[in-house]
C-alpha cells in the first residue's frame, strides 16, 4: 500500500478585505509571494480547493483573490481556514535549512546518543525559531533553535543532536547546586 504524501500548511485565510471578495491571505513561507507559485491549495482532508487568482504584498501577508469567491460574504466564511500543499510540491532546501514539517518527529538525543524526547514543534515568537522536545515524561523542553544548542540535523538518521544550555542541565532533582 502506498503511503500518503505528507500534506504542509503554507497559509492560512484570514479576515476579508474590502467588498469585492479579497481575503488575507497569512503565508508560513520565507517568501510571502511562493504560496502563488504551488498551484491549488487545499484544505487538510483535501475536499476543498482554493486557487489565488491574484494577489499583492501587505504589511506582513497578503491581500488575495481566490477563484470563485465574488463578495464579502463568501470571504468572510473562509476566515480560519488553513490551506495545505504536498510536501513534493515543495522545492529542495539549501545544506541548514529545514521545513518544520521535516523537522517533527525527530528524536531529540544528546552528543552522547542518550534519549532527550521526540521534536513535537518549532515556534517562532519573534525572537528566533524554538525547538519543542517532548520528553518520555515531564514537562516539553524548549530550546533556542541555533547550531549552538542544535549542531547536528540528521534527517536520514531521524534525529537532532542537542548541546543542553548549562542552564538545563543544572536544573533537574539530582543537581548537586545548593539554596543559599
Known amino acids: 500500500m502506498a503511503k500518503a504524501a505528507q500534506k504542509i500548511c503554507v497559509a492560512k485565510i484570514g479576515a476579508a478585505h474590502g467588498v469585492r471578495g479579497e481575503v488575507r491571505l497569512w503565508p508560513f513561507t520565507e517568501d510571502l509571494l511562493a ?3 504551488y498551484g491549488p491549495l ?17 504589511k506582513d501577508h497578503l491581500v488575495a483573490t481566490l477563484k470563485g469567491v ?16 504536498s510536501r513534493d510540491a515543495l522545492p529542495e532546501t539549501d545544506d541548514g535549512e529545514y521545513y518544520h514539517a521535516d523537522l517533527i518527529g525527530l528524536a531529540a538525543i544528546d552528543a552522547q546518543g542518550a534519549s532527550l524526547g521526540t521534536v513535537t514543534a518549532i515556534h517562532n515568537f519573534g525572537a528566533g525559531d524554538i525547538i519543542e522536545i517532548a520528553p518520555k515524561s515531564g514537562p516539553s523542553l524548549l530550546l533556542p533553535f541555533t547550531n549552538a544548542v542544535v ?24 543537581s548537586t547546586d545548593s539554596a543559599p
Not at 465574488?70 to 500543499?85: P, Q, S
Not at 534527517?155 to 543542553?164: C, Q, S, T
Open 151 to 174: 549542531p547536528t540535523v540528521d534527517l536520514a538518521a531521524g534525529h537532532v543532536i542537542v548541546e543542553l544550555p548549562n542552564e538545563i542541565e543544572g536544573d533537574g532533582p539530582d
Open 70 to 85: 465574488a463578495d464579502r460574504d463568501a470571504a468572510e466564511r473562509l476566515n480560519g481556514i488553513e490551506l495545505y500543499i
Open 42 to 58: 487545499s484544505t487538510k482532508d483535501g475536499a476543498r480547493q482554493f486557487e489565488v487568482a491574484r494577489a499583492r504584498a501587505a
Open 35 to 37: 504560496v502563488l507559485h
